[in-house]
């Protein structure tokens, strides 16, 4: 595996499911992000993580709760979501204080039914 | 704080003709500029970006973006279009130690 990787591609839940988003980066970098992407919508930062510390939670709802054991890896647990949190969940990372660009995954395509 | 503005939501071209995509930012620092390109179901790559020195900037499958600070814009520039082009557009600016602020993006879409 090689760059950003996200599972699963797509996802199809219920509202009263659990269901968890992983991301793994293989780049060897030390921060990473969660990004939603809705249709007609601006990309909105939901999470930040630099050396596994969470540094920027920009008012996400709590049905939206951020793991990141290590570098490496990232994941975003779902619970009682709604309708409108169906979109694409983008992943990326970076390298702190290099060259400040981010990675991103394919995606995870929610549908909340 | 950083922002970004794409003054196009969409910009239809025929192939083979060029285009340029806009984008202007406003920041209080000095900033670094970026433009991603995404295709349909997929997630975002970097065509390009601008640290510092020429202020002409050369990315992937031909694109090019110049920085032009006293007008803070980094428009986004390639001579001839090909189908395979058709995509979202992103120009993404940060000052260095907060993360990529993104603009709405431009959907390009080449006619053939």
């Known amino acids: 595996e090689t760059g950003v990787t996200q599972t699963p591609r797509h996802l199809v839940m219920g509202m009263t499911n659990k269901k968890s988003l992983k991301c793994e980066q293989h780049l060897g970098h030390n921060a990473m992000y969660w990004y939603k992407q809705s249709a007609k919508k601006p990309l909105e930062l939901m999470f930040v993580y630099n050396f596994k510390e969470q540094t920027e939670n920009n008012s996400v709802p709590s049905r939206f709760s951020p793991e990141c054991p290590n570098s490496s890896h990232l994941f975003l647990h779902l619970h009682t979501l709604q309708p409108e949190d169906s979109a694409l969940y983008l992943c990326a990372s970076s390298q702190v204080g290099a060259t400040y660009e981010q990675y991103f995954g394919p995606g995870t395509r929610l549908t909340v039914t | 704080a950083q922002s970004v503005t794409q003054l196009d939501s969409q910009v239809p071209v025929f192939e083979e003709a060029p285009v340029e995509l806009r984008c202007n930012y406003s920041?209080?620092?000095?900033?670094?500029l970026f433009w991603y390109v995404q295709y349909p179901n997929q997630g975002l790559q970097l065509l390009l970006k601008y640290l510092s020195g020429s202020t002409l900037v050369k990315g992937i499958n031909g694109f090019e973006a110049e920085f032009n600070k006293s007008q803070t814009s980094f428009h986004l520039r390639k001579p001839s279009v090909h189908i395979s082009d058709t995509a979202e557009y992103f120009c993404a600016v940060t000052s260095g130690n907060t993360p990529l602020v993104f603009g709405k993006g431009t959907r390009l879409s080449v006619i053939a």
């Open positions: 920041s209080s620092v000095s900033v670094y």
